[in-house]
């Protein structure tokens, strides 16, 4: 019997290595983009407390028109800013007109925050490098922003429709919602229309202000210096346009801040609380006649409206797209 020598080794079988598949990631649409926009800003406490604080001016200017209601025997008769036909309607557009100007600076404070946030975080570098598109991305925020804009004015007027009804624990008979038609429906839309393109195109200050310093509170500390500083200046320069006996202060006037972002508002509202307005109000775009405010013509609002719009919706997109987040 033969010994045969067993094979030092046996071949082994090569083993075969699964494959992980390769998963394509395609880049988000605007729906997704706009989605997640309005998350992060559902989500931050200060857009709350920024919401809270704008309810929080509506109530203050309630409270003076309160106060006008107890001094002024007259005021719900007839002819008067709580009677006559237009009382409802007046009675609610009031604290907004007065509450708008503490929401001109909320929303500046949005944009400045909604863009510089990210920049001084570093958050736009990682959002950038998955592949977002730019452009895409950059009118998601803005229209989530909108979105938020829109909720400050729905917010407001439902508000002000609110302590509307406790003027009767004031006077009787006073407006109410009972007393809601039609007519007042239509002014308090136009309202809500103006307070809107207000509060957008003060977003688009703060934002556009934001992206090209790439700073939150740089953009937010140049918006409110010039919501503050065109009030200021509206009224220095004709004095000065005066004292020196000259038109420059008039002409710079008329030119610089009647020409500005609050230019549709007045011709939004109502007459009787367009006359009440006046350059502290931030409605510069008007010409106080006999101690009145008198508002542009309706086109030249809505050309200066889109003008502002274009020039800070431009400067803002094309720094954006254009400008490496990295430097």
Same mark, same amino acid.
Request: net charge positive; glycine share 10%.
């Given at each position: 019997?033969?010994?045969?020598?067993?094979?030092?080794?046996?071949?082994?079988?090569? /083993?075969?290595?699964?494959?992980?598949?390769?998963?394509?990631?395609?880049?988000?649409?605007?729906?997704?983009?706009?989605?997640?926009?309005?998350?992060?800003?559902?989500?931050?406490?200060?857009?709350?407390?920024?919401?809270?604080?704008?309810?929080?001016?509506?109530? +203050? +200017?309630?409270?003076? !028109? #309160?106060?006008?209601?107890?001094?002024?025997?007259?005021?719900? $008769?007839?002819?008067?800013?709580?009677?006559?036909?237009?009382?409802?309607? /007046?009675?609610?557009?009031?604290?907004?007109?007065?509450?708008?100007?503490?929401?001109?600076?909320?929303? =500046?404070?949005?944009?400045?925050?909604?863009?510089?946030?990210?920049?001084?975080?570093?958050?736009?570098?990682?959002?950038?490098?998955?592949? #977002?598109?730019?452009?895409?991305?950059?009118?998601?925020?803005?229209?989530?922003?909108?979105?938020?804009?829109?909720?400050?004015?729905?917010?407001? !007027?439902?508000?002000?429709?609110?302590?509307?009804?406790?003027?009767?624990?004031?006077? $009787?008979?006073?407006?109410? *919602?009972?007393?809601?038609?039609?007519?007042?429906? @239509? +002014?308090?839309?136009?309202?809500?229309?103006?307070?809107?393109?207000?509060?957008?195109?003060?977003?688009?200050?703060?934002?556009?202000?934001?992206?090209?310093?790439?700073?939150?509170?740089?953009?937010? +500390?140049?918006?409110?210096?010039?919501?503050?500083?065109?009030?200021?200046?509206? /009224?220095?320069?004709? #004095?000065?346009?005066?004292?020196?006996?000259?038109? *420059?202060? &008039?002409?710079?006037?008329?030119?610089?801040?009647?020409? &500005?972002? &609050?230019?549709?508002?007045?011709?939004?509202?109502?007459?009787?609380?367009?006359?009440?307005?006046?350059?502290?109000?931030? =409605?510069?775009?008007?010409?106080?006649? &006999?101690?009145?405010?008198?508002? @542009?013509?309706?086109?030249?609002?809505?050309?200066?409206?889109?003008?502002?719009?274009?020039?800070?919706?431009?400067?803002?997109?094309? !720094?954006?797209?254009?400008?490496?987040?990295?430097?």
């Amino acid at each position: 019997m033969s010994q045969a020598a067993w094979p030092a080794q046996l071949p082994s079988t090569p /083993q075969v290595q699964p494959t992980i598949p390769v998963i394509q990631l395609r880049p988000a649409n605007l729906w997704q983009l706009t989605r997640n926009e309005l998350y992060k800003l559902y989500k931050r406490r200060l857009v709350w407390g920024l919401l809270i604080l704008d309810l929080a001016f509506v109530f +203050a +200017a309630w409270c003076v !028109l #309160v106060f006008y209601a107890m001094k002024t025997h007259d005021g719900f $008769q007839p002819g008067h800013l709580l009677g006559g036909a237009n009382a409802l309607s /007046q009675s609610i557009g009031q604290p907004m007109t007065l509450g708008r100007r503490g929401g001109e600076f909320i929303a =500046v404070a949005l944009g400045g925050l909604a863009f510089g946030g990210e920049f001084s975080s570093g958050a736009i570098r990682l959002i950038l490098s998955r592949g #977002v598109n730019r452009s895409w991305y950059l009118l998601a925020k803005y229209i989530a922003l909108a979105i938020a804009c829109l909720a400050l004015v729905i917010a407001g !007027l439902l508000m002000s429709m609110i302590l509307t009804n406790f003027l009767l624990l004031i006077h $009787q008979p006073a407006p109410t *919602l009972l007393n809601l038609d039609g007519h007042t429906i @239509v +002014a308090l839309f136009g309202i809500c229309l103006g307070t809107l393109e207000n509060f957008l195109l003060c977003l688009l200050l703060g934002a556009a202000l934001s992206i090209i310093a790439r700073s939150a509170a740089f953009g937010i +500390a140049a918006g409110f210096g010039y919501l503050i500083g065109e009030d200021i200046a509206a /009224q220095i320069l004709p #004095v000065i346009g005066k004292s020196i006996h000259l038109s *420059l202060g &008039n002409q710079i006037n008329n030119l610089l801040f009647t020409t &500005n972002i &609050n230019a549709f508002y007045a011709n939004t509202l109502p007459v009787a609380l367009a006359r009440g307005l006046d350059q502290l109000d931030g =409605v510069i775009a008007c010409s106080p006649v &006999n101690k009145e405010c008198v508002p @542009v013509s309706l086109g030249q609002a809505l050309m200066v409206t889109l003008i502002w719009a274009l020039i800070l919706g431009g400067v803002s997109t094309y !720094l954006f797209i254009k400008r490496d987040v990295l430097q």
